[in-house]
């Protein structure tokens, strides 16, 4: 699904996921778990705020686009 990320862009964009807006709602991001280079973007895997909530985040370069699937929640303890 697409949605749109707001992130810091220092020397280069997308740097560091900021915040995720998916489906009306607004979360917060807490961490990132894991970053990747795909062939024609960047990957992000994101720990966000309300609810423990895990993004995967992709940014395609070509399209100028994200796309954010929910991958769940964090394990609680």
């Not at 810091?8 to 807490?30: H, I, L, M, Q, T």
Request: glycine letters at 10%; a negative charge; proline letters at 6%.
């Amino acid at each position: 699904m697409t949605g749109q990320v707001e992130c810091y862009a220092g020397s280069s964009y997308p740097e560091k996921p900021r915040f995720v807006n998916w489906e009306g709602d607004r979360y917060a991001v807490e961490a990132i778990i894991d970053q990747h280079r795909e062939p024609n973007g960047i990957g992000f895997r994101v720990l966000c705020q309300p609810g423990q909530a895990v993004f995967d985040l992709l940014y395609q370069m070509d399209s100028d686009t994200w796309e954010i699937r929910l991958v769940g929640a964090a394990p609680t303890e």
